[in-house]
């Protein structure tokens, strides 16, 4: 099937190279022009702008945005809405806030065109493990890219139910991110959850501990054990026991940890319903105090970050 890509960053280049693996035509964009060149170097077409990219392609076209929820994303659609013909999709791959998809989908559908959005996660493990994939648009839409998401999905093959393979038609326009937002804000949880757990026992032989109660353990083999049959065991854990493995100490982080929106969308949502979600709040402030007064567990969850999403530690803040 073909596709255009806009959006050639961590995420985006490895969607579009997991695809050219298996058969698809990628047509990618991204206003880096050495990371369109390195995608045209291992196979997809290349455009030098929107409008090249749109002429590439064939009706009825699909093109799939990757780009930082905002200004970027809401520039890219608004472009491709002017250049696509009815019959056209876009897909909205990033993790926008979901009542902006509301807003998009009635513009673009007053155009003729398709919306999708979907909710990606897998980060930068994604390309070779897959991506789960959480899906709102129109059903119609959404079975005509079935091959894009079959192959994106880590079952891969379409043979099983898209729900077995990794991937989900969740609802209508905008569900996708509103259950990627709900999913971003339980990973705050259980990063948290992991990271406190682990600073008791890097802190069992601490110096304020009674020395007959001191206890000098190795978290490094303590989380490859537990990969191995307990109930805690996770792909964040598998993460935790390779940062471990590289330096118990973490020295090479300072535990001040950003949110990048889908948290803090998550906490205002239950707050306007009235749910509480104690946990999830809790590991969002934890995430404010970070940026004053970092300790072990704020390392570990930069060490988290960086392990399945690529990402690096933003500058102390307030």
Aim: a neutral charge.
């Amino acid at each position: 099937m073909q596709i255009g890509m806009i959006g050639l960053g961590r995420m985006g280049a490895n969607i579009a190279r997991r695809l050219m693996r298996h058969g698809h035509e990628v047509v990618a964009y991204d206003q880096n022009a050495m990371a369109v060149a390195a995608l045209g170097a291992d196979g997809s077409k290349t455009a030098t702008s929107v409008e090249t990219l749109v002429k590439a392609l064939q009706p009825p076209r699909a093109v799939w945005v990757m780009l930082p929820a905002g200004d970027a994303t809401e520039t890219a659609i608004e472009q491709l809405s002017g250049m696509l013909a009815g019959g056209d999709t876009i897909i909205d791959g990033g993790n926008s806030f979901w009542k902006d998809d509301l807003r998009r989908a009635g513009t673009l559908k007053a155009r003729g065109l398709h919306y999708v959005d979907v909710g990606t996660s897998g980060g930068v493990l994604g390309r070779e493990s897959g991506y789960c994939l959480m899906i709102g648009g129109e059903r119609q839409a959404v079975e005509r890219l079935a091959p894009i998401f079959n192959t994106l999905s880590p079952g891969g093959d379409g043979k099983a139910e898209p729900a077995t393979q990794g991937w989900l038609h969740v609802g209508g326009n905008s569900a996708g991110h509103f259950v990627k937002m709900v999913h971003n804000g339980i990973e705050y949880g259980l990063m948290q959850a992991y990271a406190e757990g682990f600073q008791l026992l890097a802190e069992a032989d601490a110096a304020n501990v009674p020395e007959r109660e001191r206890l000098t353990l190795n978290t490094a083999a303590i989380a490859e054990v537990w990969r191995h049959g307990s109930i805690v065991s996770s792909r964040l854990l598998d993460v935790i026991a390779a940062a471990l493995d590289n330096d118990k100490s973490l020295k090479d982080f300072t535990g001040v940890v950003e949110d990048t929106g889908e948290g803090r969308w998550t906490v205002q949502t239950a707050i306007e319903r009235a749910i509480p979600a104690m946990a999830l709040t809790t590991a969002l402030n934890a995430r404010f105090r970070s940026r004053r007064a970092p300790n072990y567990a704020d390392k570990l969850i930069s060490a988290m970050r960086r392990g399945f999403g690529g990402h690096v530690e933003p500058k102390a803040k307030t």
